[in-house]
C-alpha cells in the first residue's frame, strides 16, 4: 500500500444526488485524449494495464458520502451526506457498453448553519432517487453520452428548485428589512428573474449532463488504461465550461502506482490546479451566462481577481479485473474571503477486498488555508473578536506587494473594528489612509464619519457624510450620519430634515423615525416627535430606543402615566439604560408615587451620576 494512503483508507466522488459542484469539469476524459503527449521515462518502465471490468447482467453497490465545508467573513455551514450508488450494467457489445446508474438510501445533515434547510435536503433526495441514469460507454469503456439527458431536466428543477427558492427567500428577507412594499415587490422580481434564468440554463441539456456525470466521467475515464508504472504525468488543459463560455486553464498532474505491499492493487493518484487568473475571468463568465446579467466595469473591478480551485484524489483498482474499490476527490476552493471544502469519497460494497477508511469526524474537515488566507476572512468578519480582527488585519498590512484597492479594503476592515473598541482616533488614521487610495468609495466616508461622530468631532464628521452624500444621493445611512452630525451641534432642525431625507429613502427603515422623534423633541416639535416615534414602534415594536424617545415625549407633554408605562416597556428589553430609570422615576414622582420615584431615580444615578445634569440640559428636572 502506498505511503500515502497506509492503513487502507480511502473513499470516493461517487455521484449523488445531493453532489452538484457547478464549476468541476470532466478531468479524465480531457486526459485520456492528452497523456500519449508525456515524455516516456528512459528506459521504459514497467507499463499497467488495466482491464475493463463491466460484465453484462452484473450488478455492483457502493457506499457514498459527501462532506462540505462553507467559510467566509462571520459564517460557516458545514454538511455531510451519504448515499447508497447502484451501477448496473445493461449491454455489453462490440461498439460499447450501457449502464445504468441510480441511488438509494439517501441522507443529509446539517452540521453547522441554517438547520432549517435539512427538511428541504430530505425532500429534493427523495425526488433525486427518481432519476436514473442511462450511461453509454464506447468500445474502450469511456463515457460516451448520457442517453436520457432529455428527459430528467424537470426532474431535477422539480428537486432542487424548492431549495434554491428558498435561499433566495431567505436572502431577500435579509436585504429588505429597510424596504417598503413597493421596493421589496421589485427586489423579489429581480430576484425571481436571475433564478428564473438560472433554472433556464441548469436544466439545458448540455449543462444537465456535466452536472450529472462528471463524477461518473472521471470514475469511467482511466477503465483499460495502458500507463508506466510510478511515473508521473502532467500536462496543460483546458477544462470544457458547460455553459458555453471561456474554458478553465488547468494543469493536470497524475501517476499509476502498483502497491508494493499488495501488489494484487493498483493506485491513481492526481491533482488538478485551475490557473488562478484566468479561471477567475472564466468563473466571471460563467456566472453571467448562468444568472443571465452583464456584471458592469465598476462592480467587476470590486471582484476577486484570482481564484483557487484545486482538486486532489485516488482511486484504488483491483488490479486483475481493473474494478475500481475506493475513490476519493477533495477540492479545496477560494474566492476573496469565501474558502470552501468539499470531500467525496466512495467504497465498493461487494467482492470483500477489506479496504475501510479511516474514521474521521466530519466536523473536523476544512479547507486548507494559508495564514494570510486566515487572516483576511479574520479581518473582514465584522462579528470576529475586534482584537484578535485588528492583528489580523495588521499582519495583512505588512504585505508590501497589495494591490492599493486590497490594502485600503484592509485599512477601512481595521477602522470598523478599531471604532467598536472606541479606538476612534486610531479609526480615523486608518479610514484616511484607505479614503486617500480609493477617494471614491462612498463607504469609507461613512465610516469616518462615525469614528469622528463618536469621537466628539461632529464638523468633521458633518464634511464627511456631506461627502458620503454626495458620492452616493441614495444613501439613507449618508443622510442619517448627516443627521446625527447636526445634532451632535444641536442643530435639531437641520437634523430633523436629514432624517427625513432618509426616512424618504428607506421608509420601511425604523431608524430614520427613531431618530427625527428624539430630534423632534429637542426641538420642541412633540407632536412630531410621537409621530415619529409612534411609526418607529410599529415598524420595529421591540425598540427600546423608540420606546424610551417616545417616554421622554410623553414626560414633556405631561402624559405622565403614558410615560411609565413606555419607559416600562423601555427596561423590560435593556434594564443598564440610565435615562430610562430616571426619567421613569420622575414621571411617577410627577403621579404622586413617591417611593417608587425615588427607587427609580436612585438607580438612574447609580447607573449613570450625570443623567441628571445631563437631563436638567434638556429642561426636565
Known amino acids: 500500500m502506498r505511503p500515502a494512503h497506509r492503513s487502507g483508507t480511502l473513499?470516493?466522488?461517487?455521484?449523488?444526488?445531493?453532489?452538484?459542484?457547478?464549476?468541476?469539469?470532466?478531468?479524465?476524459?480531457?486526459?485520456?485524449?492528452?497523456?500519449?503527449?508525456?515524455?516516456?521515462?528512459?528506459?521504459?518502465?514497467?507499463?499497467?494495464?488495466?482491464?475493463?471490468?463491466?460484465?453484462?447482467?452484473?450488478?455492483?453497490?457502493?457506499?457514498?458520502?459527501?462532506?462540505?465545508?462553507?467559510?467566509?467573513?462571520?459564517?460557516?455551514?458545514?454538511?455531510?451526506?451519504?448515499?447508497?450508488?447502484?451501477?448496473?450494467?445493461?449491454?455489453?457489445?462490440?461498439?460499447?457498453?450501457?449502464?445504468?446508474?441510480?441511488?438509494?438510501?439517501?441522507?443529509?445533515?446539517?452540521?453547522?448553519?441554517?438547520?432549517?434547510?435539512?427538511?428541504?435536503?430530505?425532500?429534493?433526495?427523495?425526488?433525486?432517487?427518481?432519476?436514473?441514469?442511462?450511461?453509454?460507454?464506447?468500445?474502450?469503456?469511456?463515457?460516451?453520452?448520457?442517453r436520457n439527458v432529455d428527459g430528467i431536466g424537470q426532474q431535477m428543477l422539480g428537486a432542487l428548485g424548492p431549495i434554491l427558492l428558498k435561499q433566495v427567500d431567505d436572502e431577500l428577507q435579509k436585504q429588505s428589512a429597510a424596504m417598503d412594499a413597493a421596493q421589496r415587490a421589485k427586489a423579489r422580481q429581480a430576484s425571481m428573474d436571475m433564478l428564473d434564468a438560472f433554472l433556464k440554463r441548469f436544466a439545458e441539456p448540455r449543462m444537465l449532463e456535466n452536472l450529472l456525470t462528471k463524477d461518473i466521467q472521471n470514475v469511467l475515464a482511466f477503465s483499460g488504461a495502458e500507463l508506466e508504472n510510478d511515473q508521473a504525468y502532467e500536462i496543460e488543459t483546458q477544462l470544457e465550461n458547460p455553459t458555453g463560455g471561456a474554458?478553465?486553464?488547468?494543469?493536470?498532474?497524475?501517476?499509476?502506482?502498483?502497491?508494493?505491499?499488495?501488489?494484487?492493487?493498483?493506485?491513481?493518484?492526481?491533482?488538478?490546479?485551475?490557473?488562478?487568473?484566468?479561471?477567475?475571468?472564466?468563473?466571471?463568465?460563467?456566472?453571467?451566462?448562468?444568472?443571465?446579467?452583464?456584471?458592469?466595469?465598476?462592480?467587476?473591478?470590486?471582484?476577486?481577481?484570482?481564484?483557487?480551485?484545486?482538486?486532489?484524489?485516488?482511486?484504488?483498482?483491483?488490479?486483475?479485473?481493473?474494478?475500481?474499490?475506493?475513490?476519493?476527490?477533495?477540492?479545496?476552493?477560494?474566492?476573496?474571503?469565501?474558502?470552501?471544502?468539499?470531500?467525496?469519497?466512495?467504497?465498493?460494497?461487494?467482492?470483500?477486498?477489506?479496504?475501510?477508511?479511516?474514521?474521521?469526524?466530519?466536523?473536523?474537515?476544512?479547507?486548507?488555508?494559508?495564514?494570510?488566507?486566515?487572516?483576511a476572512q479574520l479581518c473582514a468578519d465584522e462579528q470576529a473578536d475586534d482584537q484578535a480582527a485588528i492583528a489580523a488585519c495588521s499582519r495583512m498590512l505588512e504585505d508590501a506587494g497589495l494591490a492599493p484597492q486590497e490594502r485600503a479594503r484592509w485599512h477601512a476592515s481595521r477602522a470598523a473594528h478599531r471604532s467598536r473598541m472606541r479606538q476612534h482616533a486610531e479609526a480615523v488614521a486608518d479610514f484616511d489612509k484607505a479614503i486617500a487610495l480609493q477617494p471614491q468609495r462612498h463607504d469609507y466616508y461613512i465610516g469616518r464619519a462615525r469614528a469622528h461622530g463618536a469621537g466628539g468631532d461632529h464638523q468633521a464628521a458633518l464634511a464627511d457624510a456631506g461627502k458620503a452624500a454626495a458620492l452616493a444621493p441614495e444613501s439613507a445611512q449618508a443622510q442619517l450620519l448627516l443627521g446625527a452630525a447636526h445634532e451632535g451641534l444641536k442643530d435639531y432642525p437641520r437634523a430633523a430634515e436629514d432624517f427625513g431625507r432618509a426616512i424618504a429613502l428607506a421608509p420601511q427603515d425604523a431608524r430614520g423615525h427613531d431618530v427625527r422623534c428624539w430630534v423632534r423633541a429637542m426641538a420642541g416639535d412633540l407632536a412630531g416627535a410621537k409621530a415619529d416615534c409612534d411609526r418607529a414602534l410599529e415598524l420595529d415594536a421591540g425598540s427600546s430606543n423608540s420606546y424610551n424617545s417616545r417616554g421622554y415625549v410623553n414626560f414633556r407633554a405631561g402624559r405622565f402615566a403614558e410615560s411609565v408605562h413606555d419607559y416600562d416597556a423601555a427596561l423590560a428589553a435593556q434594564p443598564a439604560v440610565a435615562s430610562s430609570w430616571y426619567v421613569r422615576g420622575l414621571a411617577k414622582r410627577a403621579l404622586g408615587d413617591a417611593a417608587g420615584a425615588e427607587a427609580d431615580i436612585a438607580k438612574g444615578l447609580a447607573l449613570d451620576p450625570k443623567v441628571a445634569e445631563r437631563y436638567a440640559g434638556y429642561g426636565v428636572k
Not at 124 to 135: D, S
Not at 273 to 279: A, Q, R, S
Not at 313 to 340: D, I
Request: aromatic share 8%.
Open 11 to 146: 473513499r470516493a466522488c461517487f455521484p449523488s444526488g445531493t453532489a452538484m459542484r457547478p464549476l468541476r469539469c470532466a478531468l479524465f476524459s480531457v486526459c485520456i485524449l492528452l497523456c500519449g503527449h508525456a515524455p516516456a521515462a528512459e528506459p521504459e518502465a514497467e507499463k499497467i494495464k488495466l482491464p475493463l471490468p463491466w460484465k453484462q447482467g452484473e450488478v455492483l453497490h457502493y457506499a457514498a458520502e459527501r462532506v462540505k465545508t462553507e467559510t467566509a467573513p462571520g459564517k460557516r455551514e458545514k454538511s455531510v451526506a451519504t448515499s447508497k450508488g447502484t451501477v448496473a450494467t445493461l449491454e455489453v457489445g462490440k461498439d460499447g457498453y450501457l449502464q445504468q446508474w441510480s441511488w438509494s438510501e439517501s441522507k443529509e445533515e446539517v452540521l453547522e448553519g441554517d438547520k432549517s434547510r435539512q427538511a428541504a435536503f430530505a425532500q429534493a433526495a427523495a425526488e433525486l432517487e427518481k432519476i436514473a441514469l442511462l450511461v453509454e460507454m464506447d468500445a474502450e469503456g469511456h463515457y460516451s453520452r448520457l
Open 247 to 375: 474554458a478553465f486553464p488547468a494543469k493536470l498532474s497524475f501517476g499509476l502506482y502498483e502497491d508494493e505491499e499488495q501488489p494484487e492493487d493498483v493506485w491513481l493518484e492526481w491533482t488538478l490546479e485551475i490557473d488562478p487568473v484566468k479561471g477567475a475571468a472564466a468563473v466571471w463568465d460563467t456566472v453571467e451566462r448562468m444568472y443571465g446579467r452583464k456584471i458592469g466595469d465598476a462592480e467587476r473591478k470590486a471582484l476577486p481577481a484570482q481564484v483557487s480551485i484545486v482538486d486532489k484524489g485516488f482511486m484504488l483498482f483491483e488490479r486483475a479485473s481493473g474494478l475500481p474499490e475506493l475513490y476519493q476527490n477533495v477540492r479545496t476552493s477560494k474566492l476573496g474571503e469565501h474558502a470552501n471544502y468539499e470531500r467525496n469519497r466512495m467504497r465498493l460494497l461487494e467482492r470483500g477486498h477489506g479496504h475501510e477508511w479511516l474514521e474521521q469526524n466530519p466536523q473536523e474537515t476544512e479547507p486548507e488555508m494559508t495564514a494570510m488566507e486566515r487572516d
